[in-house]
């Protein structure tokens, strides 16, 4: 499996982003996906996850009503649309894949994909 990760950028206090990751390798389908983030010197963090089918959705209470995940199966993708960003939101962020559970904590987890930093200033 191979994730592709993309999208990041510096922007500012406010603004919006969307994220994309593409899967390749394997049938999307089967796999539940989510982001994750790291900020420097702190521990990776889970951000959002969907299901295999995108019907169920997860959120961290620090991001939730400002970030939508979303996955179209068709284009073996998962999105991360984020809203009202705030400079603690600057970190790499990096998608995930797993088969057998819905990927909200980064242990155990599948597969990952390179990161794309996000940055957001004051």
């Known amino acids: 499996v191979q994730l592709q990760a993309s999208g990041g950028g510096l922007v500012q206090a406010g603004d919006s982003l969307r994220l994309s990751c593409t899967f390749s390798g394997r049938t999307f389908r089967s796999y539940a996906m989510g982001w994750f983030r790291q900020a420097p010197g702190k521990e990776r963090e889970f951000v959002a996850a969907?299901?295999?089918?995108?019907?169920?959705?997860y959120y961290a209470d620090s991001v939730k009503g400002r970030v939508t995940i979303s996955r179209d199966n068709a284009k073996n993708t998962v999105y991360l649309q984020m809203s009202d960003l705030k400079p603690e939101d600057t970190a790499a962020y990096y998608c995930a894949a797993d088969a057998t559970r819905v990927p909200t904590l980064q242990r155990g987890t599948d597969y990952w994909g390179q990161g794309t930093q996000v940055t957001v200033s004051s």
């Open positions: 969907v299901d295999w089918s995108g019907h169920s959705t």
